[in-house]
């Protein structure tokens, strides 16, 4: 069983967003590992970064499968 934080439920689209994973997940075996953000970590560092760079972008793509 996963247990979903509670704090994750407060939006809607993370709502949603989280039980899309959940579904995928079901196919695959999968292990989550929580990793303290802004600690040096390699490649939470770059999903930071990436994550940051994107939102500053004009040519956003649209994710037709998250409620806005």
Do not use: Y
Request: hydrophobic share 45%; proline share 1%.
């Amino acid at each position: 069983k996963f247990a979903i934080p509670l704090r994750s439920l407060m939006i809607e689209s993370s709502l949603t967003l989280w039980l899309r994973l959940l579904k995928a997940m079901e196919q695959h075996d999968i292990e989550l590992i929580w990793v303290k953000g802004h600690n040096g970590h390699e490649f939470n560092e770059r999903c930071d970064r990436l994550a940051v760079s994107s939102s500053k972008s004009e040519n956003l793509l649209i994710d037709d499968g998250v409620d806005a």
